[in-house]
């Protein structure tokens, strides 16, 4: 009965080891839930934004009149913020041509033709999918 341990353990280590298939195991993980304030969702966003995976490190605000400020500091110089009213606007996100990742972009359904803003870039799908839930609870504090 002692030799069926090793081949017991081993198994229950296969088996575990097969839960984080599909998982971004890279990140630190973000503890998202209803109850958090503004500061703590604006800074989640910014962990999401400093991520290894996304292809340009953005910091956000949430400015007065529900406007979202985005930072995209690049190597030798810093793109102007971009700023959007959050007020009618939906989150979606958008498969790359080139891989696995993801687009989160802000969109006025309202205004088809209007141009979008791209809050991040190259992001794995749970990345995408946490940045669009913590958009959502920030145009809930407007």
Do not use: I
């Not at 991520?51 to 110089?77: E, Q």
């Amino acid at each position: 009965m002692t030799r069926s341990w090793p081949a017991l353990a081993a198994a229950a280590l296969l088996a575990l080891s097969a839960c984080t298939e599909g998982y971004d195991n890279q990140s630190d993980p973000l503890f998202l839930n209803y109850g958090m304030s503004q500061d703590a969702t604006l800074a989640a966003m910014d962990q999401l934004g400093e991520s290894k995976n996304v292809d340009h490190r953005t910091h956000f605000r949430l400015m007065d009149g529900c406007v979202l400020k985005t930072y995209t500091p690049r190597h030798f110089w810093e793109k102007d913020p971009a700023m959007m009213a959050l007020r009618g606007t939906e989150t979606t996100l958008q498969p790359s041509a080139y891989g696995n990742t993801y687009s989160v972009q802000l969109t006025r359904p309202d205004r088809p033709g209007e141009q979008h803003a791209t809050l991040l870039e190259g992001a794995s799908w749970t990345e995408a999918t946490q940045m669009k839930w913590l958009l959502d609870c920030v145009q809930g504090f407007c």
